[in-house]
């Protein structure tokens, strides 16, 4: 299943379509020339496509919605702690020759635990992240966050961490089986908003007690008509389908 997710994450990028359909476009030049008019200029229509950022929006509002108003705010008295998933870190080829942990652009998984850590002395928490890269070679995730704990103040004897899961299935079953750690007990789920749904249902199946806890908001109440950016729709795009694909494969394999 790694292995296949990462094949069909290009299925993912809508860029690859663009680029594919160009290819096709200039082959078919000399011998079909209408078709490769054709192509060409859907080429240029999906690439201006997808630069109109309210349509990816509220797809991915949808996503983020179905757990936006369930995150507790005032007494966490009642839970063990923090479940904290991978992803908020860059890849350990870009760690590596730094002296500091490098936040991406899903850093409030991150910084959103540390302040409910400090707000709330009785919780510990649990980072669940290994080595996402299909060929990586850096440290994990679980020892670079170590070092971002570590800076932020968090003592070690409140944290654990997991670092041999590869995707949000294995976050949810290799952590269940850390020393010290009762799924039975009430946890906080920390991840993105966009990828919360998929995290629950996840984690439920894996017998999980779970409450959701969705940061990271990628979209607000309503995106402007005339909100458009190429980069920033590819990425969007690029999101959301990596989202709705990894749905549809855990519904089908079981996982959730």
Known sequence: MFLAAKVLALLTQPLAWVITLLLAGLLLSRRKPHASRSLLWTALTVLLLLGWMPLPD???????????????????????????????LDSGHIWQGHTQPLLNDAAERMTAAVALLKRNPQLRVVFTGGEGLLFGTGPSEAQRTRIFFDSMGVPEERVSYESASRNTYENAVLTAKLPGVDITQRWLLVTSAWHMPRSMATFAKAGWNVTAYPVDFRTGPVTPWTDYSLAGGANRWELLLHELLGLLSYRLTGRM
Do not use: T
């Open 58 to 88: 509220l797809l991915v509002r949808r996503l983020e919605g179905q757990y936006a108003e369930m995150a507790p705010q005032a007494d966490l008295s009642g839970y063990a702690g923090l479940v904290v998933l991978g992803g908020a």
